[in-house]
Nanobody
Framework: QVQLVESGGGLVQPGGSLRLSCQAS????????MGWYRQAPGKQRELVAA???????NYADSVKGRFTISRDNAKNTVYLQMNSLKPEDTAVYYC??????????WGQGTQVTVSS
């Protein structure tokens, strides 16, 4: 079994910052890509950012220049630094990990609320 533990969500004012973390543990031999998705009420889940094992990154247009994804391979952990947060960033954020065998695993989600 593979477990993903997320942390770092919360309530922040517009213009503020948050840092999300997601650590994978359990029976996962090696990790290929890691990423963050989000789902706002009434909307579909969407990709926010992803990072490959080699460090290549991909971002949604709506977060480019504001969010930064990074990973610590030794700790099987992925981070999402979110700056200049906007009310439209409010959503449940989910971590996703894809193993080298191509299997995907999801975290339980962490709420991010941007409001004054």
């Amino acid at each position: 079994q593979v477990q993903l533990v997320e942390s770092g969500g919360g309530l922040v004012q517009p213009g503020g910052s948050l840092r999300l973390s997601c650590q994978a543990s359990g029976s996962i031999f090696s990790i290929n890509s890691m990423g963050w998705y989000r789902q706002a009420p009434g909307k579909q889940r969407e990709l926010v950012a992803a990072i490959t094992s080699g460090g290549g990154t991909n971002y949604a247009d709506s977060v480019k220049g504001r969010f930064t994804i990074s990973r610590d391979n030794a700790k099987n952990t992925v981070y999402l630094q979110m700056n200049s947060l906007k009310p439209e960033d409010t959503a449940v954020y989910y971590c996703k990990v894809i193993s080298s065998l191509g299997r995907g695993y999801w975290g339980q989600g962490t709420q991010v609320t941007v409001s004054s």
